[in-house]
């Protein structure tokens, strides 16, 4: 059978394949290849040497001079905020212990560790995109037990395949369980020669501190603002995207320094302008759901005045627009911040993401509004923003919340109602005063006054209006009792003085002007000397006072702990206490509340009288009644 073909199987003269009868159609096109899927800028721009790291100086100036020198750890413990770089960082630090270049071109071969890594070694892309047989990564989070880490241990004993370091990489390590944590000591602490650790974490305090004493910490710190923003700026210049400034600097304030983060809001940005179309900050405001900046400046002035129809207003149309309420609120507490700083710092260097509108203003209110002010109204909007996440209605959390900072703006602060109060006892002191006597009596009545003295556990206290009043009648004051002479000097705020009475004084006689002790061992020999010192100037009275070598009564001091002792033997006594005193031996009473206590002794009165009376002549003073 002729089919056209030579016997060699070539085709006929012609070039043109036979026909068999059948019209199968227009031959197949070429398949179009598939089309390669879109990496997100975070991945795409993700730094793969040390080179590429931003905001992180601190941490690769040291990695740099431990490379130079040798002194290379056996494991490093990188923790911060999420996004700032933990996990690149740690691959980038696996790429460094491995980094080998051939000899070529007369280029001498790189056969040591290194931080710098002009361009890809050997083992450096498979280490990039997490293939490489001796840089291990494992996430905490989905391997937490012992017998995880039991396959690390039994791996770590093996020399690396390629690489001259075996790397391990353990992301999230604070999630490992307590015996995961125990079970990685021995080989933490000894390693051998060719292992390397690298811990990433976001909550360190989570880890052992057996773990992290055995490691190089480095805190990985937050993105600068200005930073953030011409990193931004550098990215939409290679992805050829047209992007205002003021839209990257509300971009790089709402990532707060995650360099992940604001790539994320980045893609998110360009994919809501649309294609050829310039973003500007009202797009990225209205993707955010965040408040405009003048806007809340608005109402921070509409607040501070007074003006709460105003507020509520602007926070409704703000709300009507897209705006969170939680987020109008942050930046609301986020400008009181601002002011606050710039009240106590004047010169201090600002945020690239600030803008010019929030530099001046803020100035003024920086000028005007009193730190109190700020202070509560600060209070005030973190106490609001947390209520406002377990209400199911946040614009109206949100509104009262603006409700109470307008009405605590008109409020006085604590300083200026202290100053009324004592310009309103000015007032009444200097005011003149009824007299009790008659007119036309010869002589005035003595004035007198019945200061409250209660005993207190230590000793005695008094009422603080004894020594007002006493400053304002130049009084000589008649002390019957030691335990008022101690009341005395707490009225008049010596508490040294009155410590070292409770604690130091046996007393050995008291009368009236005259009171004679015996002293504590390494009691102050000064104690008689400033005592009658005090008590002449107190009591306008020249006070004896002397030491003597009888023993004396006991101080107030061992009265009060005999009786707190009594107390104490008591309640050691019932069943109950008795019980939970044997079961628990280190167990310690350490206060004592009785159901019916007996109301504390009241100590009796001093007499004020004036200056013009004489001693004694407290007996012939009227009572309450007789006035």
Not at 212 to 234: E, K, P, T
Not at 370 to 376: A, E, G, K
Not at 506 to 514: A, D, I, K, M, W
Request: aromatic share 4%.
């Amino acid at each position: 059978m002729n089919d056209g073909r030579l016997q060699d199987g070539s085709p006929a003269a012609g070039g043109e394949e036979p026909s068999f009868g059948l019209d199968l159609g227009f031959p197949p096109a070429a398949a179009k290849p598939l089309q390669t899927s879109y990496r997100v800028l975070a991945r795409k721009y993700r730094p793969a040497s040390f080179d590429d790291l931003i905001g992180q100086e601190a941490m690769v100036r040291t990695l740099e001079n431990a490379f130079r020198l040798g002194r290379i750890h056996q494991a490093y413990m990188l923790t911060g905020v999420r996004g700032v770089g933990k996990t690149t960082t740690a691959r980038i630090l696996a790429r460094a212990f491995n980094y080998e270049l051939p000899a070529r071109d007369g280029r001498p071969a790189v056969t040591q560790p290194t931080v710098h890594m002009p361009e890809l070694g050997v083992h450096c892309q498979a280490i990039i995109e997490s293939r490489h047989v001796d840089v291990i990564e494992m996430d905490a989070a989905s391997h937490t037990g012992i017998d995880d880490i039991r396959e690390i241990i039994e791996s770590a004993r093996y020399r690396p395949v390629m690489a001259r370091t075996k790397v391990f990489i353990i992301d999230e390590v604070h999630m490992l369980s307590k015996s995961a944590f125990n079970g990685l000591l021995k080989t933490l602490e000894e390693p051998p020669e060719h292992v390397r650790f690298l811990f990433a974490t976001t909550e360190i305090e989570k880890v052992p501190v057996t773990v992290r004493s055995r490691c190089q910490r480095f805190d990985l710190r937050r993105i600068d603002g200005d930073v953030l923003i011409r990193h931004l700026a550098g990215i939409c210049a290679k992805e050829d995207v047209k992007i205002d400034e003021d839209a990257l600097a509300l971009i790089a304030r709402a990532s707060e320094g995650s360099v992940r983060d604001s790539l994320s809001m980045l893609d998110q940005a360009i994919a809501h302008g649309g294609a050829h179309e310039r973003i500007d900050i009202s797009g990225v405001r209205a993707m955010l759901g965040a408040g405009d900046r003048g806007r809340i400046i608005e109402m921070f002035e509409s607040v501070m005045k007074g003006d709460i129809a105003g507020a509520l207003e602007s926070l409704r149309d703000q709300f009507d627009q897209g705006a969170d309420p939680a987020l109008i609120l942050a930046d609301f507490a986020e400008f009181v911040h601002f002011v606050t700083r710039l009240k106590l710092i004047p010169d201090s260097r600002l945020d690239a993401s600030v803008t010019q509108e929030e530099r001046v203003r803020g100035a003024v209110f920086a000028k005007t509004l009193t730190m109190p002010v700020l202070t509560r109204a600060w209070q005030i909007l973190v106490k609001g923003m947390q209520d406002m996440k377990d209400s199911p209605r946040p614009l109206a959390a949100a509104d009262m919340v603006l409700v109470r900072l307008a009405y605590a703006a008109d409020m006085p602060t604590p300083e200026d109602v202290l100053k009324r109060l004592s310009s309103a006892s000015a007032a009444s002191v200097s005011a003149p005063r009824p007299s009790a006597a008659p007119s036309g009596g010869g002589a005035s009545a003595a004035a007198v006054a019945r200061p409250a003295l209660m005993s207190q556990s230590s000793g005695t206290a008094a009422a603080p209006q004894m020594r007002a009043e006493a400053e304002q009648a130049q009084p000589r004051v008649h002390l019957r009792t030691f335990e008022e002479v101690v009341a005395l000097a707490q009225v008049n705020r010596d508490i040294q003085l009155k410590m070292a009475l409770e604690r130091d004084v046996h007393l050995v006689r008291f009368e009236q002007g005259s009171i004679e002790f015996s002293l504590e061992p390494g009691a102050s020999p000064q104690l008689a000397q400033s005592l009658m010192r005090r008590l002449q100037e107190w009591t306008g009275i020249r006070w004896m006072v002397a030491v003597s070598n009888a023993p004396g009564a006991k101080t107030l001091r061992q009265v009060a702990d005999e009786k707190t002792e009594e107390k104490l033997t008591g309640v050691r006594a019932e069943p109950l206490v008795r019980a939970v005193l044997e079961r628990y031996p280190n167990a310690e009473i350490v206060a004592i509340r009785m159901p019916e206590e007996e109301p504390a002794p009241t100590l009796p009165e001093p007499v004020i009288e004036t200056a013009s009376d004489e001693i004694g002549y407290a007996d012939q003073i009227p009572s309450d009644e007789d006035l």
